[in-house]
């Protein structure tokens, strides 16, 4: 899915965007709530918990974001991974 392979335990997602307000209010993105889940897109060669497809919970303000093309994605070191949500599962 990426041409991008993370190193060591890091682990790289692409970010859920949390469900916003239908209306007119229009909220500058600087000021939009981050999302603190993501998908899991790669995974670096250390790491053995996770795997692409899951739906993992992220600490907030972490990571490096990188863009692709023209999708972001953010590069995530996987102390700061916290659980895999299995609710849709």
């Known amino acids: 899915m990426t ?41 670096g060669p250390k790491q053995e918990e996770v795997k692409p497809g899951d739906c993992v919970i992220i600490t907030e303000f972490v990571g490096t974001a990188i863009r692709l093309g023209n999708r972001k994605f953010v590069v995530v070191p996987h102390r700061n991974i916290l659980g895999i949500d299995n609710s849709d599962r």
């Open 3 to 43: 041409t991008l392979t993370p190193l060591g335990d890091n682990i790289i997602c692409s970010l859920i965007e949390p469900a916003g307000m239908a209306g007119p209010i229009i909220i500058p993105e600087k000021h939009r709530k981050t999302s603190d889940r993501g998908i899991v897109v790669a995974i």
